[in-house]
């Protein structure tokens, strides 16, 4: 008689081995040892991206690994970059790992775990573009996985130094200064009369 002997699909970093045992009624046993073969070391991510809203705050970035260590780096993009602080720990197999430490009784031996890192403390955006970030994720044998965070656009402002001018009658200039973070134009206010005076220093 021939026996069929299979298996779930193993994650896990180190070879399983299963011991079994056949025995006759008439007492005889004879073992049997079935070995799995090792997952390859590996790390990923749940998603590729994540947001983060213009008004900053909190993002948490999950993952699942096989992997004995763990380490965390953020770049801002080369244009409107976003500065990430990254925590000094995250959550491996719900266990508190400092950013690139062996991780305790190595979870990823026996099979795949889920990771997590929260980013904190992301600053409102105040510019009127998108802002961007990478976040790498590298296991303790170099394999990768990464997540692009993008915070939303900020609002665009404006602000004048002042209200009010007061031209003398020879029309000499005076000067506002004018705050924002977008691009800006001037433009005069209907009125019924048109006056000269408008001359605007800049246009």
């Known amino acids: 008689m021939a026996v069929n002997i299979s298996g779930d699909k193993y994650t896990g970093r180190v070879q399983r081995t299963m011991n079994f045992t056949a025995t006759t009624n008439g007492g005889v046993s004879k073992a049997l040892v079935v070995n799995q073969e090792a ?11 994540a947001s983060v809203p213009k008004t900053g705050g ?22 409107n970059g976003l500065t990430l602080t990254l925590p000094g720990t995250y959550t491996a197999a719900g266990k508190q790992t400092s950013n690139g430490a062996v991780i305790a009784d190595d979870p990823g031996a026996t099979g795949e775990f889920v990771w997590s890192i929260t ?3 992301i600053p409102a955006n105040v510019k ?13 044998g170099g394999q990768k996985a990464s997540v692009t965070i993008t915070q939303a656009a900020g609002d665009s402002t ?31 206010a209907a009125a019924k009369t048109v006056m000269n005076m408008m001359r605007m220093v800049g246009l």
């Open 158 to 188: 404006l602000t004048l130094d002042k209200e009010t001018i007061n031209l003398n009658v020879n029309g000499a200039v005076q000067t506002v200064n004018v705050t924002s973070n977008d691009e800006w134009t001037w433009k005069q």
């Open 39 to 49: 997952a390859v070391e590996a790390v990923s991510v749940d998603s590729p991206a």
């Open 128 to 140: 009127v573009d998108e802002l961007v970030a990478t976040l790498n994720v590298t296991a303790a």
């Open 58 to 79: 909190t993002v948490t970035i999950t993952g699942k690994s096989n992997s004995t260590k763990l380490t965390f780096a953020s770049t801002p993009a080369s244009s």
């Open 119 to 121: 980013i904190s403390n």
